[in-house]
């Protein structure tokens, strides 16, 4: 009887153990969706008013380090709790992946390209359809950005 009741106490604590929470440890900032509808990764923007997940940067990897204008982007180090893909319109035919620094830590979500046009519907300032921004980023796919 007592084997049964330790038994029991073991399983059902062991359910309780589950969780489906950011671990704190791996992932602290987990993007969060502040303006629904607003602009997603590599629109121009002034504002984090005007970007989905409230971060217009000027110092976006996709910029080359900084620029004249600002991006909408979101950090894209938590694993699945920040994946680019999630924002991908078949429809519109817009893909996004996420772009590492070359050096240090630090990862964004830029557009997927085949070719400059493709950036350029999205946003005029881009100049290029690049997988890597030598000393900036390195991406395994071409994404938008404008180099100097």
């Keep these: 009887m007592a ?3 330790v038994l029991i106490c073991v399983l059902g604590f062991s359910g309780c153990t589950t969780t489906t929470a950011v ?3 791996i992932c602290t900032n987990a993007p969060q969706i ?5 602009d997603l990764h590599g629109h121009d923007c002034t504002s984090g008013a005007t970007c989905m997940y409230g971060v217009c940067t000027k110092s976006a ?6 620029a ?5 982007t979101k950090d894209c180090s ?6 680019c893909s999630d924002e991908d319109d ?4 817009l893909h996004f992946t996420c772009i590492r620094a070359a050096k240090g830590p630090g990862a964004e979500c830029a557009i997927y390209c085949k070719t400059l046009s493709d950036c350029q519907k999205i946003n005029p300032q881009f100049t290029t359809c690049t997988s890597e921004v030598k000393g900036v980023f390195v991406s ?8 100097k």
């Design 3 to 5: 084997r049964a009741f």
């Design 23 to 25: 671990d704190p440890g």
């Design 34 to 38: 502040l303006h629904p509808g607003a």
């Design 61 to 66: 990897m996709q910029l080359g380090g900084t």
């Design 68 to 72: 004249a204008f600002g991006v909408c």
């Design 78 to 83: 938590c694993g699945a709790h920040s994946a």
């Design 90 to 93: 078949e429809a519109a035919g």
């Design 140 to 147: 395994g796919v071409k994404v938008c950005a404008m180099t």
